[in-house]
């Protein structure tokens, strides 16, 4: 369990709370989140950082991975249900009952901002460090904010709340934080083991293994450093006895193990000094006799000897031909390694190939469709285009029609002046300028036709 500081956003490792107060236990069996407790067994630092710097509130991208996060799915893969209010600690109401909570003599106070811990009755103060450990997980531990006592509430049965919801709210908000001050993802990132079993609940749902996810997307594979105690030393242990690495051997023992060739050539030279002085402190097989078989066989012995001292130098001299093998073997076995490497770089690359691949597929076909979409409107233009064209051929007939008529009066007018009939002329002319000015009262019709019109027809009736 974490204790204070950014570290302390990290999740439990362990049951041990419940173990030590059953009564907190029972609180969370009864609403239902001990289960879920119960799944919170491990969390990966790198995963979390990954889910919180890429989700959107929805979607969370993890490497070629994208996961859907939401009310619904938290509440499938928790186990949590999905019954009573959603509530959030953003929206609090200022009624909350939290008196009850306080132990007697602090049940008079006004709210400023938080209390300390130590004014609730001890059986709450353990439910809500339970709170904050499994549900909040903020490390705030001393301190009783507003909010507090609306899930006190809901863990005493006296307002139960949608917690997928509240869950689902965390992460955004958890997630929002982080993508503003991505320089502080540590101090900030929190719900590690929720955010660990959702990714897993996804991952068997799609039949992929957890270490499968971390190797190819490129997360350590690692489990995280546990939290290990450093040893007390007793100093008033001396240091050798502290230094003494194991217990001393005896010198038979050591003259039967097998030993390097530097300790062989000391050991060579030590019997012949000593076979020389004729000391036996060695149990060698000859003895002090002064007869002359037992002088042969010592001579003889010191001969060998000899010979075995030419040959240890011989081999000496060619030492790095004698261990060259191995290193043959060594450099043959980093070939392996290095093959294996390669392997994965390919199997990787073709992996990145078949999703580009993929891609595009989609982008040719979609392509393919705004092409398809943007021929057909360009069809539908055109023909637009050429009904504009027909419209256009008929209305110039209609002016050349008008202007034939317009003629037609200047010659009768002309007439009826060389005549002496003006007034019944004028008439006429204004009657047939009304009528075209009535033809022509449309907006697809020239404006210069009109107001030509127009003005005959009102010089004609001044006239």
């Not at 012995?301 to 043959?328: D, F, G, Q, R, Y």
Request: aromatic fraction near 8%; include cysteine; glycine fraction near 4%.
């Amino acid at each position: 369990m974490s204790r204070s500081g950014p570290a302390l956003r990290s999740e439990v490792d362990g049951f041990w709370y419940f173990e030590e107060h059953p009564e907190v236990a029972e609180c969370f069996k009864q609403v239902g989140i001990f289960s879920y407790c119960e799944k919170l067994i491990t969390f990966h630092q790198q995963v979390a950082e990954a889910f919180a710097l890429s989700y959107n509130g929805r979607i969370a991208r993890l490497g070629r991975e994208e996961f859907i996060i939401d009310e619904a799915s938290i509440a499938e893969y928790t186990g949590l249900s999905r019954t009573g209010t959603c509530w959030f600690k953003t929206s609090l109401q200022s009624n909350v009952e939290f008196r009850s909570y306080l132990l007697p003599v602090h049940k008079s106070l006004t709210w400023k901002k938080d209390i300390p811990l130590s004014y609730l009755e001890p059986k709450w103060q353990a439910l809500l460090k339970a709170i904050l450990v499994f549900i909040t997980c903020e490390g705030r531990y001393n301190r009783v904010l507003y909010y507090h006592f609306k899930l006190l509430n809901h863990f005493t049965g006296r307002e139960p709340l949608n917690m997928p919801y509240f869950f689902y709210k965390t992460l955004v908000k958890m997630s929002k934080q982080v993508q503003a001050h991505p320089t502080k993802v540590a101090s900030r990132i929190s719900h590690q083991g929720l955010i660990c079993l959702l990714i897993k609940e996804g991952l068997h749902k799609r039949q992929i293994s957890w270490n499968h996810f971390l190797f190819w997307n490129e997360f350590n594979t690692e489990k995280p450093p546990e939290n290990k105690t450093k040893r007390s030393r007793n100093k008033n242990t001396p240091i050798n006895y502290r230094r003494r690495k194991g217990i001393s051997m005896p010198r038979e023992a050591i003259q039967a193990a097998p030993s390097t060739q530097g300790k062989i050539k000391k050991s060579l030279k030590l019997e012949g000094s000593k076979l020389v002085t004729g000391k036996n402190p060695l149990n060698l097989p000859y003895s002090d006799s002064s007869s002359e078989e037992e002088k042969g066989k010592t001579q003889d012995s010191l001969h060998e000897k000899k010979k075995a001292k030419m040959e240890i130098k011989a081999s000496s001299s060619k030492l790095p031909e004698k261990h060259s093998p191995p290193k043959a073997e060594a450099s043959s076995s980093k070939p392996g390694k290095s093959k294996t490497k390669k392997i994965n770089k390919l199997l990787r690359e073709i992996y990145e190939m078949e999703v580009l691949e993929r891609v595009i597929k989609k982008t040719n076909s979609e392509l393919t469709e705004k092409v398809a979409e943007l021929f057909k409107e360009n069809e539908a233009i055109k023909e637009k285009h050429e009904a504009i064209k027909v419209r256009n051929r008929e209305l110039i007939r209609e002016n050349m029609k008008l202007y034939r008529q317009l003629r037609e009066l200047r010659l009768q007018l002309k007439k009826f002046e060389n005549s002496g009939e003006e007034q019944t002329g004028l008439d006429a002319l204004a009657n047939l300028a009304t009528t075209i000015i009535e033809v022509t009262d449309s907006p697809t019709k020239h404006t210069q036709v009109r107001k030509s019109a127009r003005i005959k027809a009102t010089a004609a009736k001044k006239t």
